[in-house]
């Protein structure tokens, strides 16, 4: 910190938390006594547009962390544990083994508070990270609002989105353990890609199954896949006994992320020298995914701010998870004390109007039994729904830091979001995935409340991908055919009454 400092003072002693005036004289006295050619009102660095640039928007690079954090170690109340899908018992290490890794068993249920980001896995880190930490400075002028506006860009990474974090290290793990195939199923594509990536640079095979209408549908991130070596069936397959079963009984069956679940699970589970690999929900996700926020925290200290508000969206809640738990370490500790809010489609959600329950993690209901907010393992959103953020349940671990009370929920629909994201992408320059237009819509909200006010809150918002390979939607948005959904209250009461009762 006191090198990180250092350059800061050479950059702009005014942007330096905390020095008072003589402080900042001081220090100008001392730059001021090396033989300068060129007085200049602001100290240079030999590279005068890249300091200008970060004194006025993008916070410093920062280092990498060396360690993943677990919020677990702070929490008074343990998250329940997973149980077994036929016994209702907790479930065992062996029981998880067919399908995962040793240490990434070891990491879902490790209590230690933080665990060490290996060697490798920095290194290929090092291609992205750290990723900026951007000031919506055009964004803010045109709310005309007093907030002061912050994001954390993910979209940085070869893949595009947060996803990398956690598929570099799963795929790490399992080359460690001599794996030679892992296996996932995807949706959109956004999880396939990333894993394909890792895997590309581990040497190990990859196979994806994707949703058959996003396969016949979204050609380009299929094409990623394939391009980084991945193997992408449809799902449903004729490769799988359950991929087999569909097909006969609807040829033309479209597939869904419950389907693509099973398949991909079935055939880890039956080869020894294959895993599987899930890119959101469980802990060692969430673990992985904490580098974001470990980052910011450092990026925020460097340019002198403390975030009164966070905002994200939740799918599976992975890319909130790794941005707020480091925070909420820090509010734990009393030394901030933010508001934290998710931010789900109304489409699909969980954590605002779905029960705190034990549910599968699959539509076959083949996984463990997790507890978590959920509408119900057989809950699929509208398909008019615009992309992303489609999971039935929400992670185990953000489900349970939301019960204890240290965030809260909301829901907006499709359109406000997209709105809010045009506005976005006019102003700062990035077309922000569909899944990050839900915390751009709430972080506009909460800037228009300050207008309103006169606070000039700081607010924090992650922005974990873009959207280049979602053009879709924003055709659909610009054309005027999106639409809200009317809310289906009947259409979740009926999937929530099929929820397993487990007394726990
Ligand atoms: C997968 C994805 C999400 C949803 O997953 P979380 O686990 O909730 O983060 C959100 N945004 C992007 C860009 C994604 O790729």
Same mark, same amino acid.
């Given at each position: 910190?006191? %090198?990180?400092?250092?350059?800061?003072?050479?950059?702009?002693?005014?942007?330096?938390?905390?020095?008072?005036?003589?402080?900042?004289?001081?220090?100008?006295?001392?730059?001021?006594?090396?033989?300068?050619?060129?007085?200049?009102?602001? +100290?240079?660095?030999?590279?005068?547009?890249?300091?200008?640039?970060?004194?006025?928007? =993008?916070?410093?690079? =920062?280092?990498?962390?060396?360690?993943?954090?677990?919020?677990?170690?702070? &929490?008074? @109340?343990?998250?329940?544990?997973?149980?077994?899908?036929?016994?209702?018992? +907790?479930?065992? +290490?062996?029981?998880?083994?067919?399908?995962?890794?040793?240490?990434?068993?070891?990491?879902?249920?490790?209590?230690?508070?933080?665990?060490?980001?290996?060697?490798?896995?920095?290194?290929?880190?090092?291609?992205? *990270?750290?990723?900026?930490?951007?000031?919506?400075? *055009?964004?803010?002028?045109?709310?005309?609002?007093?907030?002061?506006?912050?994001?954390?860009?993910?979209?940085?990474?070869?893949?595009?989105?947060?996803?990398?974090?956690?598929? @570099? +290290?799963? @795929?790490?793990?399992?080359?460690?353990?001599?794996?030679?195939?892992?296996?996932?199923?995807?949706?959109?594509?956004?999880?396939?890609?990333?894993?394909?990536?890792?895997?590309?640079?581990?040497?190990?095979?990859?196979?994806?199954?994707?949703?058959? %209408?996003?396969?016949?549908?979204?050609?380009? *991130?299929?094409? $990623?896949?394939?391009?980084?070596?991945?193997? !992408?069936?449809?799902?449903?397959?004729?490769?799988?006994?359950?991929?087999?079963?569909?097909?006969? $009984?609807?040829?033309?069956?479209?597939?869904?992320? #419950?389907?693509?679940?099973?398949?991909?699970?079935?055939?880890?589970?039956?080869?020894?020298?294959?895993?599987?690999?899930?890119?959101?929900?469980?802990?060692?996700? &969430? &673990?992985?995914?904490?580098?974001?926020?470990?980052?910011?925290?450092?990026?925020?200290?460097?340019? #002198?701010?403390?975030?009164?508000?966070?905002?994200?969206?939740?799918?599976?809640?992975?890319?909130?998870?790794?941005?707020?738990?480091?925070?909420?370490?820090?509010?734990?500790?009393?030394?901030?004390?933010? !508001?934290?809010?998710?931010?789900?489609?109304?489409?699909?959600?969980?954590?605002?109007?779905? =029960?705190?329950?034990?549910?599968?993690?699959?539509?076959?209901?083949?996984?463990?039994?997790?507890?978590?907010?959920?509408?119900?393992?057989?809950?699929?959103?509208?398909?008019?729904?615009?992309?992303?953020?489609?999971?039935?349940? $929400?992670?185990?671990?953000?489900?349970? @830091?939301?019960?204890?009370?240290?965030?809260?929920?909301?829901?907006?629909?499709?359109?406000?979001?997209?709105?809010?994201?045009?506005?976005?992408? *006019?102003?700062? #320059?990035?077309?922000?995935?569909?899944?990050?237009?839900?915390?751009?819509? %709430?972080?506009?909200?909460?800037? &228009?409340?300050?207008?309103?006010?006169?606070?000039?809150?700081?607010?924090?918002?992650?922005?974990?991908?873009?959207?280049?390979?979602?053009?879709?939607?924003?055709?659909?948005?610009?054309?005027?055919?999106? !639409?809200?959904?009317?809310?289906?209250?009947?259409?979740?009461?009926?999937?929530?009454?099929?929820?397993?009762?487990?007394?726990?």
């Amino acid at each position: 910190m006191a %090198a990180q400092s250092l350059l800061y003072a050479n950059l702009n002693p005014l942007l330096i938390s905390g020095s008072t005036g003589n402080q900042i004289k001081a220090r100008e006295q001392f730059l001021g006594s090396f033989p300068l050619k060129a007085k200049t009102t602001r +100290p240079r660095l030999s590279n005068g547009c890249r300091a200008r640039a970060a004194a006025n928007a =993008v916070a410093l690079p =920062v280092e990498i962390p060396c360690q993943w954090y677990n919020v677990i170690a702070d &929490l008074s @109340v343990k998250p329940p544990p997973p149980l077994h899908p036929k016994t209702f018992e +907790p479930v065992k +290490p062996e029981d998880l083994s067919p399908l995962f890794p040793d240490e990434l068993i070891k990491q879902e249920a490790s209590t230690d508070r933080f665990i060490d980001i290996p060697d490798e896995v920095l290194d290929i880190y090092r291609l992205w *990270r750290p990723t900026p930490l951007i000031r919506a400075k *055009r964004l803010e002028k045109i709310l005309d609002t007093p907030a002061r506006i912050y994001y954390k860009y993910e979209g940085v990474s070869p893949a595009g989105s947060h996803k990398p974090n956690t598929a @570099v +290290p799963q @795929v790490y793990y399992n080359a460690q353990e001599g794996i030679k195939n892992v296996v996932t199923e995807t949706g959109a594509g956004q999880w396939g890609s990333s894993l394909a990536f890792a895997c590309s640079l581990f040497g190990l095979n990859c196979e994806v199954w994707q949703v058959r %209408a996003s396969y016949d549908q979204k050609p380009y *991130r299929r094409l $990623m896949m394939q391009t980084w070596g991945a193997k !992408v069936h449809p799902s449903p397959s004729d490769i799988t006994e359950v991929g087999r079963k569909i097909l006969q $009984m609807d040829p033309s069956s479209p597939g869904s992320l #419950g389907i693509a679940i099973s398949e991909a699970a079935e055939v880890a589970a039956a080869n020894a020298d294959t895993k599987y690999c899930l890119g959101s929900v469980l802990n060692h996700v &969430l &673990l992985h995914q904490t580098v974001i926020g470990e980052e910011c925290i450092k990026q925020m200290e460097a340019v #002198g701010e403390t975030p009164d508000i966070i905002i994200g969206c939740t799918g599976g809640g992975s890319n909130f998870g790794g941005l707020s738990f480091p925070f909420i370490r820090e509010k734990l500790n009393g030394k901030i004390n933010p !508001v934290i809010r998710a931010v789900e489609p109304t489409a699909c959600p969980s954590l605002t109007k779905g =029960v705190y329950a034990y549910d599968f993690g699959d539509t076959a209901g083949m996984t463990p039994l997790m507890k978590m907010h959920t509408l119900g393992h057989d809950f699929i959103p509208d398909p008019i729904h615009a992309g992303g953020l489609r999971y039935h349940g $929400m992670a185990p671990l953000l489900s349970h @830091v939301y019960e204890l009370g240290l965030m809260e929920a909301i829901s907006i629909p499709q359109t406000e979001c997209f709105q809010g994201a045009i506005q976005f992408a *006019r102003t700062e #320059g990035i077309i922000p995935a569909p899944e990050p237009t839900h915390a751009i819509a %709430a972080t506009i909200r909460e800037a &228009l409340r300050c207008k309103e006010t006169g606070e000039a809150k700081v607010i924090l918002t992650a922005m974990c991908g873009h959207g280049h390979f979602d053009l879709a939607s924003y055709e659909n948005y610009l054309q005027g055919k999106m !639409v809200d959904l009317s809310f289906e209250e009947k259409k979740i009461q009926e999937s929530l009454d099929k929820i397993p009762r487990v007394i726990a």
